[in-house]
């Protein structure tokens, strides 16, 4: 499986914030029985990212009110170096 699909007609850019020469970042897949629509109310979003700590705050608030039964998930860590 490729994520997008070269069809989607987007993508997933990574890149280094200025000045990084390397950093870790993770993909987190959630598939799901039901449409449960993502929540981006309350958190700030800059340049269309939120923060890491509103980012995991999001997650976990989304994740504990879809039953484990409807949904999984899996995370991928990687590393970007210049």
Excluded at 74 to 80: E, G, T
Aim: charged share 25%; aromatic share 6%; glycine share 8%.
């Amino acid at each position: 499986m490729t994520i997008p699909p070269p069809s989607a007609g987007w993508d997933l850019p990574v890149g280094l914030l200025p000045g990084k020469d390397r950093d870790n970042e993770a993909f987190l897949a959630v598939v799901m029985r039901d449409d449960v629509p993502f929540p981006t109310g309350g958190a700030e979003i800059r340049e269309g990212l939120m923060s890491v700590g509103d980012a995991l705050t999001a997650i976990n608030r989304w994740l504990v009110d879809i039953p484990a039964d409807r949904r999984t998930e899996d995370m991928a860590v990687y590393k970007i170096i210049k």
